[in-house]
């Protein structure tokens, strides 16, 4: 048996991991999860998406969807900030 430093030194037998690889890995998996629970997740979603797409008291409409479109772009940005920053402190 190997110690861990006797391992570290081997070379190894996958570099990187590809599509191919990932590709063949799932072809081997099953669902965890049943029809039955994807539609309890379906109507559970769209009762949070009825619930929170509501209009306020000025006329204003909040939309979940739309909501995560913006997060989604906000982060985008925050991480080029991030970025930024990082190679500015190099």
Not at 1 to 16: H, R, S, Y
């Amino acid at each position: 048996e190997l110690t861990q430093e006797e391992a570290d030194g081997l070379p190894d037998p996958v570099p990187c991991i590809t599509r191919a690889h990932f590709e063949a890995s799932m072809s081997k998996a099953r669902r965890s999860v049943t029809p039955e629970v994807v539609k309890q997740y379906d109507d559970f979603t769209a009762k949070t998406k009825q619930q929170w797409t509501t209009s306020g008291s000025d006329g204003a409409v909040y939309d979940i969807d739309q909501a995560a479109a913006e997060q989604a772009r906000e982060d985008v940005l925050m991480e080029g900030e991030e970025e930024e920053a990082a190679v500015a402190a190099e």
